[in-house]
C-alpha cells in the first residue's frame, strides 16, 4: 500500500480578512513532491483557511491513489487536535469542512501530527502565493508558483513501527525519525513565531519584505474552539495538555495548571519565595532539534567533566531534546538516591476542573481525599521503603504528607520549590472560563512555556527552573535515600520530563491522576531513572 504525507496551510489577512490555503502531497518513501494545491478563497478566518488547505491535500492524494495510506502534518494544533477527535469543533464555518475531511479517507488510513511552523514551509509559501494572487485580482497558476522550488526536499518518512502504542520499538523508532531530521529543523515543541500579515511578493515565508512586513499569518483563531477535554489545571492544580480532565487547577494535565494537573518550562526568572531571593535565568538559547547541540545530558554530577550546573542544564533541556549519553554507566555507583512522587489527594475544586495554583485559594483536602491519603499510606507503610517525608508549603499538599507520615512515623518537612505553578488571575476558574474571559492570554500561554497567565502568574518555564533547583537542594540533602515528595502536577511531570530529556510538548502527553504514585531515582554520575508514573493500584 503506498503511502502519502500531505502538508496543509492555510492563512488570513486580517483574521477574517483575504485568506488562502496551500497543500502539499509527498511520496512518504521517497520525499518527493507529488503534487500541490493553493486558491485565495476570499475573506475567511486563518482556520477556516487552514481546514480548507487540509481538505485540498486530502483530495489530491485521493486523485493519486484512492487506497493509499496518508500521514498529514501541520502546524495548526488546533486542527490536528480537532480531527484526531481530541478536541470538540464549535465554529459553524468549520464543522462542515471537518466532515467532509474526515470521509475522504477512511479514518483508519489517516493520522494526523502537528509540526512546527518551520518545517511546514512549502504549504505555508503554496498560502502565500495563493494570497498574493488573489490580491493582484488572479488565480493562483501552478506554473508561476516558486514554492516547490524554493523548499528542501521532505525527507522520506521512517515506516510507522509495529506493536503495542508506546512499546520501546515504537519509541525508539520515532526518536530515530526526530534525530534524522534534526539537521536545522526546529525542536517539535518550539513556539511558533508570531504571524503577522503577508506582504506581496516576499520571497519566503518569514523573510521580511522591503517595508519589514513579515511573510507570514496572523494567530490562529480557535474563537468557540476547545478542547474535547479541556487542556488543564488541577481544578487544584493544573495538568498540561490537551486534557482538561486531569487539571490540578487544580493542577493541569499536560503542562497547564487546573485541577486536574500541569507542568511547564523555560522563561522568567521565578522568585524563591522561601529564602527571599531570586533565581538565576536561564540563558537565553535557542531551541534546538535533538541531537543538534552537541550538548551532553541535561543533569550533571560527581563523576562528569565539569559543565553546566544541573539547573543550568535542566532550563535548556525545558526548550530541548537532551542528547543522551552514550555507552552504560559504571558497575557501581552506589545507591541511588529515589524520590517517590506523590501528587495530593482531591480536593472540593479536583472534580469542578478549576485552577487552583499556588496564587488561590489553597483548598484542603475533601473527605475524598483523605481517604485517597490514607490508602497511599497503607500502601507504602507495606512497602516500608520511605526514609523521609517532603511537601509542598500548600495545604492540600501538607495534609496529605501528614496522612502519610503519621502512618511511617516520620516527620514532614517542607520545601517552598514543590509548590505548583502560580495561575494568576486563572485561579478558580474553569478552563472554559479562561476562555471566555482572556482568549488571546490562554492562546499564547498554550503556545508557549514562557507565557505567563493573566495577572503576572507563573509560566512553565520559570516552573521548570525553580523544580529544577528544588530537586537539586533535596539530592544534595538526600544522597542515597529513598524520599516521598508530596506535590502537585506540575512538578511531578516536571521531574518526570526532565529526567527523560524529553521536549516540553511531553507535558502534554502524560496524565496524573489525584494521589498517583510516581518514581524517580537519580544515579552518582548525574544520569536519572524513571521507575514508576501514575500509579494508582494503591486506590483500587
Known amino acids: 500500500m503506498r503511502e502519502f504525507v500531505v502538508e496543509a496551510d492555510g492563512g488570513s489577512r486580517g483574521n477574517p480578512g483575504p485568506a488562502g490555503y496551500g497543500a502539499v502531497v509527498s511520496d512518504a518513501a521517497t520525499g518527493e513532491t507529488l503534487a500541490e494545491a493553493a486558491e485565495y478563497i476570499g475573506v475567511a478566518t486563518n482556520n477556516v483557511a487552514e481546514y480548507r488547505g487540509l481538505l485540498a491535500g486530502l483530495r489530491a492524494a485521493r486523485e493519486l491513489d484512492p487506497d493509499a495510506r496518508v500521514r498529514v502534518r501541520m502546524d495548526s494544533k488546533l486542527v490536528v487536535e480537532q480531527m484526531s477527535g481530541r478536541w470538540k469543533i464549535k465554529h459553524p464555518a468549520m464543522k462542515p469542512l471537518a466532515a467532509q475531511a474526515a470521509t475522504v479517507f477512511p479514518p483508519d488510513r489517516v493520522t494526523y501530527e502537528w509540526i512546527p511552523r518551520e518545517r511546514n514551509t512549502h504549504a505555508d509559501r503554496l ?3 495563493a494570497m498574493d494572487a488573489g490580491r493582484r485580482g488572479e488565480s493562483w497558476s501552478p506554473a508561476e508558483s516558486r514554492a516547490d522550488l524554493d523548499t528542501p526536499p521532505t525527507a522520506p518518512v521512517a515506516p510507522a513501527p509495529e506493536g503495542t502504542p508506546g512499546d520501546a520499538t515504537a519509541g525508539a523508532a520515532r526518536v530515530r525519525e526526530a534525530l534524522a531530521s534534526a539537521g536545522g529543523a526546529a525542536a517539535p ?3 511558533e513565531p508570531e504571524r503577522r500579515p503577508v506582504a506581496e511578493g516576499t520571497a519566503a515565508a518569514g523573510a521580511a519584505d522591503p517595508a519589514g512586513t513579515v511573510r507570514g499569518r496572523s494567530t490562529e483563531d480557535a474563537s468557540g474552539e476547545e478542547p474535547d ?6 481544578a487544584d492544580d ?3 495538555g490537551p486534557r482538561a480532565d486531569d487539571t490540578e487547577a487544580a493542577d493541569v494535565q499536560g503542562g497547564r495548571g487546573v485541577e486536574g494537573d500541569s507542568g511547564g518550562a523555560g522563561g522568567p526568572a521565578p522568585t524563591d ?11 537565553a538559547t535557542a531551541v534546538r532539534a535533538a541531537g543538534a547541540s552537541g550538548e551532553g545530558p541535561a543533569v550533571g554530577g560527581p563523576g562528569r567533566p565539569a559543565g553546566p550546573a544541573p539547573a543550568d542544564a535542566d532550563r535548556r533541556a525545558a526548550q530541548a531534546v537532551a542528547t543522551p549519553s552514550s555507552g552504560w554507566a559504571p558497575a557501581d555507583m552506589g545507591a541511588p538516591a529515589t524520590f517517590v512522587l506523590l501528587r495530593h489527594g482531591e480536593t472540593p475544586l479536583t472534580p469542578q476542573k478549576r485552577f487552583s495554583g499556588s496564587g488561590g485559594s489553597d483548598p484542603s483536602l475533601s473527605d475524598i481525599g483523605r481517604e ?19 511537601a509542598s508549603p500548600l495545604a492540600r499538599t501538607r495534609e496529605t504528607a501528614r496522612i502519610v507520615a503519621a502512618r511511617l512515623g516520620l516527620d514532614v518537612a517542607v520545601e517552598d520549590g514543590l509548590r505548583e505553578t502560580d495561575f494568576g488571575a486563572w485561579e478558580g476558574l474553569t478552563f472554559g472560563e479562561v476562555r ?3 482568549p488571546e492570554d490562554l492562546d499564547a500561554w498554550l503556545a508557549s512555556p514562557d507565557a505567563e497567565p493573566t495577572g503576572g502568574g507563573e509560566s512553565f518555564a520559570a516552573t521548570a527552573a525553580r523544580v529544577a533547583e528544588a530537586r537539586d537542594r533535596l539530592l544534595a540533602e538526600y544522597r542515597g535515600r529513598t ?8 512538578p511531578i511531570k516536571m521531574m518526570i520530563r526532565l529526567a527523560l530529556g524529553a521536549p516540553p510538548e511531553a507535558l502534554f502527553r502524560m496524565e496524573l491522576s489525584a494521589a498517583s504514585l510516581s518514581a524517580v531515582a537519580y544515579y552518582a554520575d548525574g544520569n536519572a531513572s524513571v521507575r514508576l508514573f501514575n500509579d494508582t493500584s494503591h486506590l483500587r
Open 127 to 129: 498560502a502565500n502565493e
Open 436 to 438: 471566555e474571559r482572556y
Open 372 to 390: 485517597q491519603a490514607g490508602k497511599v499510606a497503607a500502601a507504602l507503610a507495606r512497602r516500608g521503603t520511605v526514609q523521609a517525608v517532603v
Open 229 to 234: 477535554t479541556e487542556p488543564g489545571p488541577e
Open 483 to 490: 524520599v516521598l515528595l508530596v506535590t502537585h502536577v506540575t
Open 189 to 191: 515543541g518550539e513556539p
Open 238 to 240: 493544573t495538568q498540561p
Open 273 to 283: 519565595r522561601a529564602r527571599g531571593r531570586r533565581a538565576a535565568e536561564p540563558p
